[in-house]
């Protein structure tokens, strides 16, 4: 397979983010804190969304066609890339088995996975996929791209086939030639997982596997590798020791523990000075002095807003179907304070 040349690479160098050798937001500094560096971002995890099981597949349609459309979903998702752009965000979170698409459920009878049950790849998740990080590397953005969700982890039949999709899910990225792809092996890999290899204890066994595959594909540029935690969590120092950069939650924390969240993790002894980032935080209050946005780049890390919202094609960025543009004055209060913080 021939790599087509690509326009946006990805790297880190120490505790910042480098978009194709330059610091993230070089030289920017907004009320006297430094932004340099951070990669500001949102979950958009349903940008490849689709579901398998008949019997659920009819929640998600559409109000003015009362069908589900996966190829609409990812085509007005496209449509919205460049005005989060424009608004100062450097990366977005997709992740090939999604989130819930109710925001918040343990039971999930649907069927998202970019997955088959033995590992092999879906072509048309793929091929959607393909679509936004082609858009993505045009305009500069880096994808946080996830590997598992909970709940959907059950779709694998085996732990060698989990295995077997992180294999292939990493050669597909390498042969693609994709340089502004980071990989987040799970999404909260310390909750809710039903294949132990995917939990805390042992998600390093998949990073390094991914981290072996990315190596032999790219021994000079291996792909960078994390995963992470529930809300409020601090990552296992056998966690922090293999991961390239750090992925916080914000979700179910109190704006003390926010602070302290970042404090312990990097006080850490396998904590080696990477980039902090949180990719998923639903707390917002955007318009006040104090918030977790503020808290986190004070500390210099990255923050990541994740709008659950509900399925009305309203509100949100996870609960299909999800109206990608900025359209609510939650949405609106984001994109404009990172656009203000940002300088963009």
């Not at 505790?15 to 500094?29: F, H, K, M």
């Not at 000079?220 to 950069?245: Q, R, Y």
């Not at 990477?274 to 918030?291: A, G, K, Y």
């Not at 309203?314 to 543009?325: A, L, M, T």
Request: net charge negative; charged share 20%; aromatic share 10%.
């Amino acid at each position: 397979m021939k790599k087509v040349k690509r326009q946006t690479k990805v790297s880190i160098q120490g505790s910042a983010w480098l978009i194709n050798g330059v610091p993230t937001y070089e030289g920017r500094t907004w009320k006297h804190i430094s932004i340099e560096g951070l990669l500001m971002n949102s979950r958009m995890v349903q940008a490849v969304f689709d579901d398998r099981n008949p019997e659920t597949a009819g929640r998600w349609r559409y109000p003015d066609t009362e069908v589900w459309d996966c190829e609409r979903n990812t085509n007005e998702f496209l449509d919205n890339m460049q005005s989060w752009r424009e608004h100062g965000v450097l990366a977005l979170t997709i992740n090939l088995q999604g989130g819930s698409p109710e925001g918040y459920s343990r039971l999930q009878p649907w069927i998202n996975s970019a997955f088959h049950p033995d590992g092999t790849l879906d072509e048309a998740y793929m091929n959607r996929l393909e679509r936004i990080l082609d858009r993505a590397d045009e305009l500069g953005m880096v994808i946080i791209l996830g590997y598992f969700y909970f709940g959907q982890d059950l779709v694998l039949a085996s732990e060698y086939a989990v295995k077997q999709a992180v294999v292939n899910a990493t050669m597909w990225v390498h042969q693609k030639g994709y340089t502004n792809v980071v990989i987040e092996i799970a999404n909260e890999c310390d909750i809710l997982y039903r294949h132990p290899i995917i939990l805390m204890p042992r998600i390093h066994e998949l990073i390094e596997l991914a981290r072996l595959v990315s190596q032999s594909q790219s021994p000079g540029a291996p792909l960078l590798i994390g995963a992470s935690c529930s809300g409020g969590t601090v990552p296992a120092n056998h966690l922090l020791e293999v991961s390239d950069f750090v992925l916080l939650h914000g979700n179910s924390c109190s704006m003390e523990w926010i602070s302290r969240q970042i404090d312990l993790t990097r006080s850490q002894t396998g904590y080696r000075g990477q980039p902090i980032v949180n990719n998923e935080d639903d707390h917002f209050d955007f318009d006040q002095d104090r918030n977790h946005l503020l808290i986190s780049i004070e500390r210099s890390v990255s923050w990541g807003y994740f709008d659950p919202g509900q399925s009305d094609y309203e509100d949100g960025y996870q609960c299909p179907p999800v109206n990608w543009g900025i359209n609510t004055a939650r949405k609106k209060q984001f994109f404009e304070k990172i656009k203000e913080i940002t300088g963009h």
